[in-house]
């Protein structure tokens, strides 16, 4: 599979990667863009020509994600403020979501990495991860190292010290600058068109086991005109959220189990086996879409959207974008996310994030010569008196403000005009390109849906009070670690994916289970998850 070949790439350029990382020496690490006092002492021609250069915009390469209408291409006015403030000239290098993980495998082989980089995370590709691992061999620069450029940011690291903690590389460094998550809610869950349900009498509430959850389903199906219930973008990332509802997940590194506070080869327990016939016996009821491994963002989003789909497992935040779209024909419709049923007797807790995501943060390659306009640009964006132009632009010509005081968009963009204005010439809104900080304004997209909030608001909060209720560990790894588990990691997640795909598919029949567990003994599955444990048990 693609993702899984992006990963393998990774894995053989990161040596190369390494080699090229220890020929760097410690001034190329800074970064020629610094100030003059942190260059070699006693070099005053190159102390001089950065000061006399200092007045002159530098360029700076930007590799972000390119997803929904925006224009990337063109310069919009989201780009101009970020030039201003850094006093730098932006070269946006935009990279279709369903491309990142390949184009930054060209960059980082041939070693031409953009000065920015975002760190995006496809399917069971981990961007965190490789950004971790490089960062300490002198390919990214170290923020923590420049706390004094980026007071405001440092300021949320200390309000949130135990969520800050998970972006500690394994030399005690911190790389990437993240998305400040407050009041840090968790948004994925189970949403289910009630509107259907409430046809054959059948209450979300009253949706309290697996069983249950199965009968809904098969009632959505029958109601929905015997058309398949759940699809998902990113194949088994999403389909694989129905494991949590069985206590585990799918994928190996996150295998920590809450209950014995250490991390277990989840395929050995009934939970996952049950798990994967659970969804075996979706797919063979026509519940599950034959297209679920290999459907689109865009594919899933218009099959929800135009009713082809009654459920889905994804941020719960799209119940309103959905909703709206659903009941342009369907004047009823209502999308309601539901709480996970329980499994033999008992409901799973889900875990969070921390107050900072790392899916969406920034780094900056080590050879820039742009550090401190960089700096200086994301200082300004984690500034909260700031984000109001960044998100909604300027009051009177991009928004206008509400009776309560909170922006609104001044045109519609279901309208040329709006279209226009906000995706071709001013960018902002939403947008996790440039957004530093989600306030809950922007959580719940009041730009989007006025006073009373995203109705997925009420949702949200739910899950995150009865559903969220510990901090998933975020494990930091020695190199010696990384190096002893990084090629069986790499098997093990493309066999893992695969195999239970095909389990699904009923292309291997779940008799065939304990095979497949001898397999991943074979694979160094064990292998991996005693590294974690030791790596937890220190990070502990």
Not at 39 to 48: I, L, N, R
Not at 167 to 187: C, F, N, Q, R
Not at 255 to 268: A, P
Request: aromatic share 12%; with cysteine; glycine share 6%.
């Amino acid at each position: 599979m693609r993702r899984e070949k992006a990963l393998i790439v990774i894995v053989l350029v990161f040596s190369l990667l390494v080699t090229m990382a220890a020929c760097k020496s410690n001034t190329e690490n800074a970064g020629e863009g610094q100030t003059s006092e942190s260059k070699m002492e006693g070099d005053s021609t190159q102390a001089v020509t950065t000061k006399s250069e200092s007045n002159d915009p530098k360029e700076v390469e930007w590799m972000l994600v390119q997803y929904g209408p925006y224009n990337y291409t063109n310069h919009l006015k989201i780009y101009q403020m970020y030039e201003e403030v850094g006093n730098m000239k932006l070269k946006i290098l935009p990279v279709p979501i369903d491309a990142y993980v390949e184009k930054l495998n060209i960059y980082l082989a041939s070693n031409q990495i953009p000065d920015i980089v975002t760190s995006y995370n496809e399917s069971s590709f981990s961007n965190f991860k490789v950004i971790q691992i490089l960062g300490p061999k002198g390919v990214f620069v170290p923020i923590s190292d420049h706390y004094d450029k980026i007071p405001n940011l440092k300021n949320y690291f200390d309000k949130y010290p135990d969520a800050m903690k998970y972006l500690v590389a394994s030399d005690g460094k911190v790389y990437h600058m993240p998305i400040v998550w407050e009041p840090g809610y968790d948004t994925y869950g189970l949403v289910m068109r009630t509107d259907l349900l409430a046809e054959k009498n059948i209450n979300p509430e009253d949706i309290k086991t697996i069983d249950d959850l199965f009968n809904a389903f098969m009632v959505l199906k029958e109601a929905n005109n015997g058309k398949p219930v759940v699809g998902a973008r990113f194949g088994l990332n999403r389909i694989g959220m129905f494991a949590k509802m069985f206590g585990i997940s799918f994928k190996i590194d996150e295998s920590y189990s809450v209950l014995n506070d250490k991390y277990i080869n989840q395929f050995e327990t009934k939970n996952c086996k049950d798990a994967v016939a659970f969804l075996a016996k979706m797919y063979d009821e026509g519940i599950l879409h034959p297209e679920w491994v290999s459907m689109s963002d865009k594919q899933w989003s218009e099959a929800m959207m135009g009713s082809d789909l009654a459920a889905f497992v994804d941020n719960m935040q799209n119940i309103g974008g959905f909703q709206g779209a659903l009941r342009e024909t369907i004047p009823d419709a209502e999308l309601t996310a539901v709480i996970p049923p329980k499994y033999e007797g008992k409901m799973y807790a889900w875990g969070k994030a921390s107050n900072f995501a790392v899916d969406w943060a920034h780094v900056i390659n080590s050879e820039t010569k742009a550090l401190d306009e960089i700096l200086k640009a994301w200082n300004w964006a984690y500034d909260m008196d700031n984000h109001e132009k960044i998100i909604y632009g300027e009051e009177g010509v991009s928004f206008e403000r509400r009776e309560d005081g909170t922006p609104e968009w001044k045109y519609d963009t279901s309208t040329d005009k709006g279209r226009q204005f906000y995706f071709e010439e001013w960018g902002g809104r939403t947008n996790r390109n440039w957004l530093r900080i989600f306030t809950e304004a922007e959580i719940f997209s009041y730009v989007y849906f006025g006073l009373d909030g995203n109705p997925g608001k009420p949702h949200i909060i739910n899950y995150n009070e009865k559903v969220y209720t510990y901090v998933t560990p975020n494990l930091m790894l020695t190199d010696e670690e990384n190096e002893s588990i990084k090629s069986k990691l790499v098997t093990l997640e493309t066999f893992v994916e695969e195999n239970i795909v095909k389990f699904i598919y009923g292309e291997i029949s779940i008799g065939e289970w304990d095979e497949f567990l001898e397999q991943l003994e074979d694979l160094g599955i064990n292998d991996v998850i005693k590294v974690y444990n030791t790596a937890y048990e220190r990070m502990k």
